[in-house]
């Protein structure tokens, strides 16, 4: 209980300082730095990167990056320059998608292609999206990554899209619904929200029911030679 994870901890975070931290911090710094060269090109573009950003990995690099942009510039908005707060307000809402679409689609939408503990995990993933916690989809995400991300890529993408195109504006870094006061453009804010949502628990439903994973060998099916042997006998 205490030897193994001390020894973990130390061998992990000397991977990451010694090996890994180094190209890591280079991917991110190369990332923010795009986003930069981004800031003057079309708003709807930007809202669909930075939508899909958020929705890549979860709360992970890439995800952080995104929304460590969006918090930087706040400093920078102001009466005359409403643009960062245009791309805060579509990272928190790109944000909000991915858990609200897995709670759509498992308690609502298509219940039976979950499992009973993903359905419980879809419960306390609304109230999780609301709030602006994107890492309420991980759960279903490690289940099943092939089919969650893509959906969840998508509906984010969506809301970024509709949020920058619309103007709306967050002067909160995080939040969710819970800073509708610190929110330009309310009604905006949840109409960019609803259809990612709606989109990612579509689609997701849409791949769950027509591509389907190869059911993993069973114990019990496997069944060697000796046995097929004695069966005949």
């Given at each position: 209980?205490?030897?193994?994870?001390?020894?973990?901890?130390?061998?992990a975070?000397?991977?990451?300082?010694?090996?890994l931290?180094?190209?890591?911090?280079?991917?991110?710094?190369?990332?923010?730095?795009?986003?930069?060269?981004?800031?003057?090109a079309?708003?709807?573009?930007?809202?669909?990167?930075?939508?899909?950003?958020?929705?890549?990995?979860?709360?992970?690099?890439?995800?952080?990056?995104?929304?460590?942009?969006?918090?930087?510039?706040?400093?920078?908005?102001?009466?005359?320059?409403?643009?960062?707060?245009?791309?805060?307000?579509a990272v928190?809402?790109?944000g909000?998608?991915?858990?609200?679409?897995?709670?759509?689609?498992s308690?609502?939408?298509?219940?039976?292609?979950?499992?009973?503990?993903?359905?419980?995990n879809?419960?306390a993933?609304?109230?999780?999206?609301?709030?602006?916690?994107?890492?309420?989809?991980?759960?279903?995400?490690?289940?099943?990554?092939?089919?969650?991300?893509?959906?969840?890529?998508?509906?984010?993408?969506?809301?970024?899209?509709?949020?920058?195109?619309?103007?709306?504006?967050?002067?909160?870094p995080?939040?969710?619904?819970?800073?509708?006061?610190?929110?330009?453009?309310?009604?905006?804010f949840?109409v960019?929200?609803?259809?990612?949502?709606?989109v990612?628990?579509?689609?997701?439903?849409?791949?769950?029911?027509?591509?389907?994973?190869?059911?993993?060998a069973?114990?019990?099916?496997?069944v060697?030679?000796?046995?097929?042997?004695?069966?005949?006998?």
């Amino acid at each position: 209980v205490v030897i193994i994870p001390l020894f973990a901890s130390i061998i992990a975070s000397g991977l990451m300082l010694l090996v890994l931290g180094g190209p890591i911090a280079w991917v991110m710094t190369q990332l923010t730095a795009w986003l930069n060269s981004l800031s003057g090109a079309s708003a709807i573009l930007l809202g669909i990167i930075l939508g899909l950003m958020m929705a890549f990995d979860l709360g992970g690099p890439v995800n952080k990056v995104a929304y460590a942009f969006a918090v930087a510039g706040l400093g920078a908005g102001s009466a005359t320059n409403v643009v960062p707060f245009e791309i805060m307000a579509a990272v928190m809402a790109a944000g909000m998608v991915p858990p609200l679409a897995l709670a759509l689609a498992s308690t609502v939408l298509y219940r039976k292609g979950f499992t009973k503990p993903e359905r419980e995990n879809g419960k306390a993933a609304w109230l999780l999206g609301a709030s602006f916690i994107s890492e309420g989809a991980i759960p279903f995400a490690a289940a099943d990554p092939l089919r969650v991300i893509p959906a969840s890529m998508i509906g984010a993408a969506v809301t970024g899209a509709i949020s920058m195109a619309a103007g709306v504006t967050s002067r909160a870094p995080h939040g969710g619904i819970f800073v509708f006061f610190a929110i330009g453009d309310v009604a905006m804010f949840i109409v960019a929200i609803l259809a990612g949502t709606v989109v990612s628990a579509l689609v997701l439903v849409g791949l769950k029911k027509w591509v389907r994973r190869a059911p993993a060998a069973s114990e019990d099916a496997v069944v060697t030679a000796d046995e097929r042997v004695a069966v005949a006998v």
